[in-house]
């Protein structure tokens, strides 16, 4: 059974720091790109993060650029999206995903709110 599990401290103040892990089980895991998405209330979905297969390049939304980084460990099967800075306007529900051709899984998401 495929499972991504992402989890995390819900309520945090503007500049404040919170690293989501999201714990994969049921698929290669090494096999397969991770992305981290978030959906705030009134929008769509929008991709903030991609972790490859292999090699060190990543990519980010340009919202989040030089305060968020994603970083994976194979061996736990873990991905992990590190939040820096974090603004009132970050507050979304965050989904991990992992893909590879013809493939797609979703985590159940977890709410991060940011608010003084």
């Known amino acids: 059974q495929v499972q991504l599990v992402e989890s995390g401290v819900g309520l945090l103040q503007p500049g404040w720091s919170l690293r989501l892990p999201c714990a994969s089980s049921g698929f290669t895991f090494s096999h397969y790109a991770m992305n981290w998405y978030r959906q705030a209330p009134g929008k769509e979905r929008e991709l903030v993060a991609t972790?490859?297969?292999?090699?060190?390049?990543?990519t980010y939304a340009d919202s989040v650029k030089g305060r968020f980084t994603s970083y994976r460990d194979n061996a736990k099967n873990t991905v992990y999206l590190q939040m820096n800075n974090l603004k009132p306007e970050d507050t979304a529900v965050y989904y991990c995903n992992a893909r590879r051709a013809n493939s797609e899984f979703w985590g159940q998401g977890t709410q991060v709110t940011v608010s003084s």
């Open positions: 972790v490859p297969k292999f090699g060190i390049t990543r």
